[in-house]
Nanobody, 120 residues
């Protein structure tokens, strides 16, 4: 079992910056991918950015060039540096991790979410 705990959300003005942090605990040895998703009311949770092997990252087109995902494997942490924030980035941001094989894929773990609100 893996537990994820996010921090760093809040209210920021458009064009501002925020940094989200997430620490994993428990069976962290099974984690091979960590990252961030976000969700707004009435919509499905969608990819923001994930990082697997060193150098392997995947970003949503809407955040490329503005957001940067990074990991500190020694501390079991993942970060999301968000710059040039826009009102449309307002959402609940969830830390995610992929762990041990499950069925045809991998088991996914989620944090409780942290609210990011960008004012215009």
């Amino acid at each position: 079992q893996v537990h994820l705990l996010e921090s760093g959300g809040g209210l920021v003005e458009a064009a501002g910056s925020l940094r989200l942090s997430c620490v994993a605990s428990g069976s962290t040895g099974v984690i091979h991918l960590m990252g961030w998703y976000r969700q707004t009311p009435g919509n499905e949770r969608g990819l923001v950015a994930v990082m697997g092997s060193p150098g392997m990252t995947n970003y949503a087109d809407s955040v490329k060039g503005r957001f940067t995902v990074s990991r500190d494997r020694a501390k079991n942490m993942v970060y999301l540096q968000m710059n040039s924030l826009k009102p449309e980035d307002t959402a609940v941001y969830y830390c995610s991790a992929e762990g041990e094989p499950s069925g045809l894929g991998y088991r996914s773990y989620w944090g409780q979410g942290t609210q990011v609100t960008v004012s215009s």
